[in-house]
């Protein structure tokens, strides 16, 4: 079978960082997922688990597509990546990988290709593995810490009940936005992402 795309939600394995700030890919991921699962024209299908990777299949607007959750902890993604688009013979531009982003606040985002990886390792070693920065990123606002010291411990910290309240929201709109890209293209999926904005609850810490 032809695969149009690789989407690929960056985080890291275990329980431990399930809930992090850095897991938000690996959130969206599992949200598209359990989307994909309930509705029978999507075709979910579990594809194989390597050391290095989970990867599924789907059909998203009638478009075949591989969702991947590499298991090789985030520096080292773009192992897994060249693997399966190895594997599959997909394109670094038909690659979609979703991340989180310290220069976005909470409860926005970004889709764009290309451009630069702002310290992310993650994004780093998929640009040095697929030798090309030109694959699509949809980039989830996390915020950033008030001293640039605190971003390694930041990134690892769970979210509040509040902020995941949030991240739940941010990876519901990327199934959605993911569906408009394949239904009607960039423009309309970059202008949904880019205006979307979660509802909030302010009781929530």
Do not use: W
């Not at 509040?162 to 941010?170: F, R, V």
């Amino acid at each position: 079978m032809d695969y149009k795309a690789l989407i690929v939600g960056l985080g890291n394995p275990g329980p431990e960082y399930a809930l992090t700030r850095h897991n938000i890919g690996f959130i969206a991921v599992d949200a598209l997922e359990e989307t994909a699962s309930s509705r029978k024209s999507m075709r979910h299908k579990k594809l194989e688990l390597s050391g290095d990777y989970e990867l599924f299949s789907a059909a998203i607007a009638g478009s075949n597509v591989l969702i991947a959750k590499p298991l090789t902890y985030m520096n080292l993604s773009g192992k897994a990546v060249a693997a399966i688009c190895g594997k599959f013979s997909i394109p670094v531009g038909s690659v979609i990988v979703i991340h989180d982003e310290l220069d976005l606040p909470a409860g926005k985002m970004k889709f764009k290709k290309g451009g630069g990886n702002n310290g992310h390792r993650g994004l780093e070693s998929i640009q040095q593995s697929m030798g090309s920065p030109d694959f699509f990123r949809v980039r989830i606002g996390i915020g950033r810490p008030e001293f640039s010291s605190q971003v390694k411990d930041y990134v690892l910290e769970e979210f509040s009940p509040g902020e995941l309240n949030i991240a739940k929201q941010m990876a519901a709109a990327v199934t959605k936005g993911l569906d408009l890209y394949f239904r009607r293209g960039q423009g309309t999926a970059t202008q949904f992402m880019h205006t979307f904005a979660p509802e909030t609850n302010e009781k929530q810490p």
